[in-house]
């Protein structure tokens, strides 16, 4: 007897690529349905496969539509209709009253984080599977997790990016979702805490080989709150998307703006509008995107770890990759795989690759190896570094706590130009007893340090050039630092700065006395001076940091998975308490 699966939004951008899949599958009779009947007979009549396919109206909206639902005695439902940011649980827990399984390629995160607390009870007493995200996010990008780290000792930071083509068609639908949060607050994990950003409100440039460069916008996922809790980690995640169209991508930030900025409120009006658009965009566009998990940490060994995955899609398999962990989940339950209860979709990636086709749809992973020795131990020469004190190395360290916080005094510059420069550069105001967080990403050869004084951002990369020297790019300028390590403290003062391969006077250079020290309460301590010829003081700023607590980290994560694991040294943050 054939297994009755009803496909929800069959007719739609993503229902369409579902079920063409779905066709494939042996054993069981495919319900399509959409609001028109004639359009679900279209569609059955280009299905190939061995299922048996019948088209059937149904609109959710529909005050008979349970009864409708009824009449068919699913085994199994899919909603792919989208979007689901104002979704609700009703249709859902329908079906599952009726004794069906439940599937949707749901990516909103509100519908996401309360999917199993609505859910759960009823598909347990009904002894249904339920389960939500079955789709690029979250189902995909958690797989890939799981599969980049098994084993790791620990996860400093997950950065994703979705770099669709811009040839294919896209749907009213996908585009009102994407403007539904565009200049609205959104929550991400960032700097060790959950923090609020503006959706599509900043952008970052990327290269990645086979697309080129792309720029990437922040967007709306429960990602940021589902990994930190399952993969316990302690920096960041981040989730973006690249636009091929730099006008569609820039126009989405520019939107960002207005909205922010209470110009433009209800955008998602604008997506009727926006779909036209797209008819001349595309044309400039091509069929070619992609999609990276890039996972930073220590592996099983001990060592800082840079795994990243990446998928290539190309021959308008792109909007394929959505509905493949669908696929996927389906025949899971076909062999009994799922247990009953309603949760976020999981499944190992393997079944979802399995569900690819090359070569229009590829995968590679590529593993990079921090050097053994951190940039100072390279500069200052291992036994200079280890005759460090103890605070000065627990920052340093390879597999040193990626998050520092602490306090810290600033002087900022009082004259004019030196105001407009130090604005500029995001250096902080003047403040007593500030909040400072520390963020180092290490590995690729280079540190990347993000500072925070009291919501004040500014970053930069360091890297080891050969000797003593070590550079510190700040935007266009690399800034050549010749180290030090005397008296138990570690100093960097300017020894010359260049604009790319231009090398430019060092008496034009900015000046900088640094100086790291373990203090009398052997917290790790800094004292930075920074300034320019002609102007003087930008800023100085002096304090202490220690590695961030775990209850400040993970202010959402079950209480019972911390006290599971190693108890932290509250020095250096590392597993085991060897400093006492």
């Not at 995909?140 to 811009?166: C, F, K, N, Y």
């Not at 090359?358 to 190896?369: D, G």
């Not at 700023?541 to 019972?560: F, H, I, Q, S």
Request: aromatic share 6%; net charge positive; proline share 5%.
């Amino acid at each position: 007897m054939p297994r009755r699966i009803m496909l929800i939004g069959a007719t739609g951008f993503f229902g369409q690529r579902l079920a063409r899949r779905l066709a494939t599958i042996e054993g069981v009779e495919l319900t399509l349905t959409s609001r028109s009947e004639e359009r679900a007979r279209a569609l059955t009549q280009k299905l190939k496969g061995g299922a048996r396919c019948i088209p059937f109206a149904f609109d959710r909206n529909d005050p008979s539509s349970m009864a409708r639902l009824r009449s068919l005695s699913p085994w199994l439902v899919i909603d792919a209709s989208g979007p689901f940011q104002s979704a609700n649980y009703d249709l859902a827990r329908a079906a599952i009253g009726l004794g069906a399984h439940w599937i949707d390629l749901a990516d909103a995160r509100d519908y996401l984080l309360n999917f199993g607390t609505a859910l759960d009870a009823v598909a347990r007493s009904r002894g249904v599977a339920a389960r939500a995200g079955a789709s690029s996010t979250p189902a995909l990008s958690m797989a890939v997790v799981e599969d980049l780290t098994t084993g790791w000792r620990r996860v400093d930071s997950i950065d994703i990016a979705i770099m669709p083509g811009g040839g294919g068609d896209v749907g009213e639908a996908v585009i009102r979702a994407i403007l539904s949060y565009t200049g609205a607050p959104i929550t991400v994990f960032d700097e060790g805490r959950q923090r609020g950003i503006a959706g599509w409100g900043g952008v970052r440039r990327t290269k990645i080989e086979r697309l080129g460069t792309r720029y990437l916008s922040p967007v709306e996922t429960a990602d940021a709150v589902l990994m930190q809790r399952r993969f316990d980690v302690r920096s960041r995640v981040s989730f973006s998307a690249g636009l091929q169209s730099r006008i569609e991508h820039f126009g989405l930030f520019a939107l960002a703006q207005l909205r922010q900025r209470g110009v433009i409120t209800k955008i998602e009006s604008l997506a009727p509008l926006l779909e036209k658009a797209r008819r001349i965009t595309r044309l400039f566009s091509t069929d070619r995107g992609g999609m990276t998990v890039t996972c930073a940490g220590i592996d099983a060994s001990g060592r800082q770890t840079r795994a990243r995955w990446l998928l290539i899609a190309e021959k308008g398999a792109g909007p394929d990759v959505p509905v493949l962990p669908a696929v996927a989940l389906t025949r899971s339950l076909l062999r009994g795989g799922e247990r009953a209860g309603a949760e976020i979709a999981a499944l190992p990636l393997a079944s979802i690759e399995a569900e690819m086709s090359p070569p229009s749809l590829t995968t590679s992973r590529t593993i990079q190896y921090a050097d053994p020795d951190c940039l100072i131990a390279s500069a200052s020469g291992s036994a200079s570094y280890r005759r460090l004190p103890h605070a000065v190395r627990a920052f340093h360290d390879q597999d040193a706590p990626p998050v520092w916080t602490g306090k810290a005094d600033i002087d900022a510059a009082t004259s004019l130009a030196g105001r407009l420069v130090r604005v500029s550069a995001g250096f902080p105001a003047s403040a007593r007893g500030a909040d400072v967080t520390v963020t180092v990403d290490r590995g690729g050869g280079e540190e990347i340090w993000q500072r925070n004084f009291a919501g004040s951002r500014f970053a930069s990369r360091l890297r080891y050039e050969g000797g003593t020297v070590i550079s510190e790019r700040f935007g266009p300028f690399d800034i050549r630092l010749g180290l030090s390590t005397e008296r138990g403290e570690v100093r960097m003062p300017v020894v010359g700065w260049r604009i790319g391969p231009v090398r430019l006077p060092l008496f034009l250079a900015p000046t900088s006395d640094t100086r790291e020290f373990e203090g009398e309460d052997w917290r790790f301590h800094f004292d930075v001076r920074i300034g320019l010829p002609l102007i003087g003081l930008l800023a100085h700023y002096r304090g202490w940091l220690e590695p961030m607590k775990k209850n400040a980290a993970e202010p959402n994560v079950d209480e019972t998975s911390i006290s599971a694991r190693p108890t932290a040294c509250d020095r250096c943050g590392r597993a085991t308490r060897h400093c006492l």
